[in-house]
């Protein structure tokens, strides 16, 4: 029987294919601009889909370990995000301008359907749910449901950038300060609270890709002086706070252990990803596509998650893997020119 490994190494084959290294001059004025930040979106949308087909299924060595790296591409997700704001700000004088209809709304078009159509799913599969119920499965920590929790959260934080950003018009550093002080805010209420950790412990990487926006042209010298050691520096952080999680964590347990802990790993990981652009050319036809896709992809896959689970052969978690991607790329697929277009009206 073919494995469930299968799907892994088809997401490495995607990200090999057309990556092509690049000197560094050359690089450094390119490794980040909108198309290689498209490309890097849909490798990360295809690893989140992957980790929850994991959370779905048993079987594949391979397949195991992306039951724990989650955080790992929703961090990169932040982290771009931050970096599209920031450049935002700094380009256009009036960004400010409608910024809270443009971006709320966009994160409503995704929201609000993806609920609507987990009503008819569960009606269909004799549960019906109104949006209430819904909501408070998302709220609740729902295997399937919880996973659009990084929507709602998206929206906290780009309603706290629409305000601070007229707060400070034209002042970056203040924004920026004004951003990293809500996130960590954010993340100590939410800790004291007790939420579950998926709702706080990524949310840094969204002020970090904002200074790495703001400083880029200053970090471009040092980066030239100094790739190679920052490179295998956060890739070597990364491996021994991946591996020896536990080992690290049982020095000082607690429960601020572990967050600073996973704060840490997932900064030194989108890092490295980074750095990495900075010395290859990534992208191809199919991971742009997925980028394009990447929020109908992230909104949506929970529904083929949940229809196909069901639906499935007991023992077949290659064709259910499947079946889950080829769904919702169906469904980002044919949802795509309605949310495009009912974007274009809020702008």
Not at 332 to 341: D, G, I, M, R, S
Request: proline share 6%; charged share 15%.
């Amino acid at each position: 029987m073919l494995s469930l490994d299968l799907l892994p190494l088809g997401l490495a084959v995607l990200a090999l294919w057309g990556c092509r290294p690049a000197a560094f001059p050359e690089a450094s004025e390119e490794a980040l601009t909108p198309e290689r930040c498209l490309a890097l979106r849909g490798l990360m949308a295809a690893a989140v889909m992957l980790h929850h087909i994991a959370q779905q299924t048993e079987g594949g060595r391979l397949m195991r370990s992306f039951l724990y790296i989650g955080v790992l591409p929703v961090s990169v997700f932040f982290f771009l995000s931050g970096l599209g704001l920031m450049r935002g700000f700094l380009r256009r004088e009036d960004y400010a301008r409608g910024f809270l209809r443009r971006h709320l709304g966009a994160l409503a078009l995704l929201f609000f359907p993806a609920l609507g159509l987990f009503a008819l799913l569960y009606a269909a599969l004799g549960d019906p749910k109104g949006l209430a119920a819904l909501l408070g499965l998302v709220l609740r920590g729902d295997p399937v449901l919880v996973i659009l929790w990084y929507l709602p959260v998206q929206a906290l934080f780009y309603l706290a950038f629409g305000v601070l950003s007229r707060l400070f018009p034209g002042r970056p550093g203040r924004l920026l300060a004004g951003m990293a002080l809500f996130c960590l805010a954010y993340q100590l209420t939410l800790a004291l609270l007790g939420a579950g950790q998926w709702w706080y412990n990524t949310c840094e990487l969204l002020p970090l890709g904002m200074a790495w926006a703001l400083f880029e042209p200053r970090l471009r010298p040092m980066l030239r002086r100094a790739y190679w050691p920052l490179l295998l520096a956060s890739c070597a952080a990364f491996a021994i706070l991946y591996q020896f999680f536990d080992a690290v964590f049982a020095l000082h347990p607690g429960p601020w252990m572990r967050m600073g802990l996973l704060c840490a790993r997932n900064v030194v990981f989108t890092l490295a990803v980074v750095l990495c652009l900075y010395r290859l050319r990534l992208g191809n036809r199919l991971s742009r596509f997925l980028g394009v896709r990447s929020g109908e992809l992230y909104a949506l896959h929970p529904l083929p998650l949940l229809l196909f689970h069901s639906l499935c052969p007991v023992g077949n978690e290659l064709g259910y893997g499947l079946a889950v991607l080829a769904g919702a790329v169906l469904l980002a697929t044919l949802y795509h020119p309605l949310f495009t277009a009912a974007r274009k009206l809020l702008r």
